[in-house]
């Protein structure tokens, strides 16, 4: 077995104290007829197994972590009433629980008071966040690093905003003196700060760019979609908890439960420092906030209709494991960050291979050794296809050459990128679980680079 069915007894027991808290209505409850819905839910089972295994620690490909069981139950939980946190008016407890969360979340950051709320994703919530950048700074740009992600260089197209990428040092990190220079020109509103960048996990030296506020006059908008929660981690390197360490002193974040809060997908969230920002939000709604002059959600949101049942999952996953440095949740991401760390070690000393750099976070990249940066991307090819034959899923990603010339990986440089392979160690269970994946990793070597396994 590789899913947990032992949870499930639990969503009977919380949904007969659910049903209870409704006892003064009278009966409704429908009763289906379960045989059709056997049949359509076994075809749905049996198509599910065409995916890759998210589950298991043999997958460590993409940024894809299964929620917690705990989330899976409150989330199907709150499914059997499917509140709308728009407004109080459709989610009147859940609502009330999406503000708690949400301040959890902006207290891990230490902010005390902030504007804040759940969304679909990183995407809509860095959304907001440029959006709101460009109200405060009209006709300015938005800057951001090479190695952030390729959302906001779109979203400022949808936002109608200038856009221009900064240069990267070797590991990925956005390069101070690049950015400079841009700011020198006076054009630009905001700076994207990215705290664990897509492709590598680099983060952004936030110090540094904070120390040019004193010089140009810019927002500071953080990007840590990914590597928000990696703030309670206590095995980071000095470098990059001195940037964790600043974040609050952003203007906006972003951090997306989905990711690595153990949340489903359809969970992002958008911080802001100051409250007063909220009136860029300002509308008012025909349908909806006549059953409370309490704050509705809907009013400091661009989406309107929005998943209860994601913030019931969220508030009731933070109910067992709080985010605190030091609790349990901590020490999960510690476990991600310590099986990159052996993962780093490993592939340093196998003379195949090139890891670019060692991890920030949980994510590793490595290049294939090869004579040219042709025969190294095809490579690397080879070896995730034949890892995949073996039940060891990786990613590729390809970087450019200035984040791959310090590893040295090859004699000609006939291609300005190289193709190479990635893996994010998002499950804590991959630590015990790495002897098994470089073993079925070396195989896949040894197969595809026709060398015997040293
Ligand atoms: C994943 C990610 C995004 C996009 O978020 P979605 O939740 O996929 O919409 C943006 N920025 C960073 C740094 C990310 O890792």
């Not at 390729?150 to 936002?159: G, M, P």
Request: glycine fraction near 6%; aromatic fraction near 8%; include cysteine.
């Amino acid at each position: 077995m590789t899913f947990d069915h032992k949870s499930l007894e639990l969503l009977g027991e919380a949904l007969r104290t659910m049903d209870h808290g409704f006892r003064h209505l009278p009966e409704s409850a429908p009763a289906p007829d379960l045989e059709p819905l056997r049949n359509a839910l076994r075809e749905a089972a049996e198509r599910m197994t065409d995916n890759y295994p998210y589950q298991h620690p043999l997958y460590i490909g993409q940024m894809l972590k299964p929620p917690h069981s705990l989330a899976r139950l409150a989330y199907a939980l709150a499914m059997f009433l499917n509140p709308n946190n728009h407004a109080l008016d459709g989610g009147r407890a859940s609502s009330a629980m999406e503000k708690e969360a949400v301040a959890q979340i902006a207290r891990m950051f230490g902010w005390e008071t902030h504007l804040g709320h759940l969304c679909g994703g990183g995407t809509i919530a860095n959304f907001e966040a440029l959006w709101v950048g460009r109200e405060l700074r009209p006709g300015k740009s938005v800057v951001a690093s090479a190695q952030a992600h390729y959302t906001h260089s779109r979203l400022s197209a949808v936002l109608n905003v200038p856009f221009a990428k900064i240069a990267v040092d070797q590991r990925g990190r956005m390069d101070v003196r690049s950015l400079e220079k841009a700011l020198a020109t006076g054009e630009v509103g905001t700076v994207v700060v990215t705290l664990g960048a897509t492709a590598a996990g680099s983060v952004d030296p936030l110090p540094e760019v904070l120390a040019l506020r004193e010089q140009y006059d810019f927002r500071v908008h953080v990007d840590s979609a990914y590597g928000g929660y990696f703030t309670l981690a206590k095995n980071l390197e000095p470098e990059t908890r001195a940037a964790y360490d600043r974040i609050g002193e952003a203007d906006s974040i972003v951090i997306d439960p989905h990711k690595h809060g153990l949340q489903p997908y359809g969970c992002g969230c958008v911080l802001f420092r100051d409250p007063g920002v909220g009136r860029f939000y300002q509308h008012t709604s025909p349908y909806t906030y006549f059953s409370s002059d309490e704050l509705h959600l809907g009013e400091i949101s661009l989406e309107c209709s929005r998943p209860g049942a994601s913030a019931v999952a969220l508030w009731t996953t933070m109910r067992l494991l709080p985010l605190e440095p030091g609790g349990d949740f901590a020490h999960s991401l510690e476990s991600c960050r310590a099986a990159a760390l052996a993962l780093h070690q490993a592939l340093e000393q196998d003379e195949r291979l090139t890891p670019l750099f060692p991890p920030e976070l949980d994510i590793n990249v490595w290049a294939i050794r090869a004579e040219s940066a042709s025969e190294s991307s095809a490579r690397a090819r080879k070896v995730f296809a034949a890892a995949a034959e073996r039940d060891l899923h990786l990613a590729l990603s390809s970087f450019p050459r200035v984040m791959l010339e310090a590893a040295n990986p090859v004699l000609r440089w006939d291609a300005e990128e190289i193709i190479c392979l990635r893996a994010c160690a998002m499950k804590p269970e991959h630590q015990a679980w790495m002897p098994e994946i470089l073993s079925r990793l070396r195989a896949s070597l040894a197969e595809t680079l026709e060398t015997p396994d040293p």
